[in-house]
């Protein structure tokens, strides 16, 4: 998991800083009242009140309960992600730190009354940040668009999704067209168009191309350079598997860990003009790259790469 104590994150620069603002307009979130006015029928109010008058009367006089399963309350959800995240940061950061994360969950947890799926999950995105962007409020990296989405949402620039709908328009999902491929000899699958090619299982090399598009989806193991996992040999296992003349602008960044793994995501720009953008899964033997491979021109949209490169999960 990936989230936060308070970040009202505003979209500044190249990251999302976790403020009560936006960069560009520089209004308050929205107002409780307002949230209140704004929410969605089918969201947690409605999917309460439909509990609750669902049942029937029978010919004995007895209820007899038609309703649905009903749905976990996104406010206690942000607020369990929010007090997580908050422990955390009483350990880890400064006083004034803390204090905000406290008053910052406060506001999340009302806003859950209008954006509920995009509260619930930018901060279910950074709970696991590294400390130091917990400390200074700044969003993780692999955040960033649900943050956005979330601002967007809260400042009634687009529409709340409805909470418990985890569908999405093909035209709006990310992901659409990526399905769960079980990489072969790990215990995960990642997400990949079809259809998936093994060029080689040991080491293992996997290829996939999307129809008309000339960029490339790779999986590829390799062993890790040096005697054990440290960032020096994570930057050169990375730099071993993109080439030197992809090093000059290589970047690693947004390093988490779950799985059993440690994944820290990468990124350059090579001397011909090839970038690779990926993420690298650290297990203690071997590693795992997964990257979109292309020109400038080829690539993939930010949502896009994010789908691909986060769509990872454990068995």
Known sequence: MVFSGRFVAALCGSFLIVS?????KGEPPPSTASDESSRPSSGRGSAASGSE???????????????EPSLPDPAELVSAICERTCVRVDKECNQKAAKFCRASCRDYVEGTRKCPVEIHGALACQENAESFRLCANIADEACTQLFRRMVECREG?????????????????????????PVPGFNITQLMPEPVTVKSEDPLSVEAYEPGEPGKFVIASAPIEGKKLSAANELRTVTKYVGLACEAKLKLHGRFESYGAAHVRFDTVCK????????????????????????AADGLSDARRDAFLFGFKGK
């Open 20 to 24: 009560g603002i936006g960069c560009s």
């Open 272 to 295: 011909d003009g090839i970038e690779y953008h990926g993420v690298a899964h650290f297990y203690p033997d071997r590693v795992l790259f997964v990257a979109h491979v292309a020109k």
């Open 53 to 67: 008058g669902s049942d029937s009367v029978g010919p004995d006089g007895s209820t007899e309960d038609s309703s």
């Open 157 to 181: 620039r687009v529409e709340p999704r409805v909470w418990g709908d985890t569908t999405l328009p093909k035209s709006e999902d990310p992901a659409a067209g990526l399905v769960p491929y």
